[in-house]
């Protein structure tokens, strides 16, 4: 298996795995999304992220927020739709999984 305990493209993932493994994403970022976005705006500024990061990981967060909005924030107005921020949130996980091989 690969990371996520489970197979991945490249390591024997299959196309239901990969379906699956997109929806169960979706709705981890929808879950994270509506827990991030304090204010209920429908987007995610710099500070609701940073607070919600914060509050898990603590060290080099500004880092990691600068990456995440330069990689997600398509539109460059320091928000981030829930379209943007699926990509953010999948830099998140991997970002994170990373730290705790690591």
């Known amino acids: 298996t690969c990371r996520w305990g489970r197979t991945r493209a490249g390591c024997g993932m299959d196309v ?3 379906v699956e493994l997109a929806a169960e994403r ?5 879950d ?4 991030a976005d304090a204010d ?6 710099r500070s609701e992220l940073e607070a919600v990061l914060l509050a ?7 880092e990691f927020v600068d ?12 928000k981030l739709s829930f379209e943007e ?5 999948n830099h998140m996980t991997d ?5 705790q091989v690591s």
């Open 85 to 89: 921020f699926v990509v953010a949130f």
């Open 40 to 45: 209920g705006s429908g987007f995610i500024d």
């Open 95 to 99: 970002w994170l999984h990373e730290r």
């Open 16 to 18: 239901e795995d990969a």
């Open 32 to 35: 994270a999304f509506a827990t």
């Open 26 to 30: 979706e709705a981890a970022a929808a």
């Open 67 to 78: 990456s995440a909005f330069a990689i997600s924030d398509s539109e460059g107005d320091g």
């Open 56 to 62: 898990s990981e603590g060290a080099r967060v500004k």
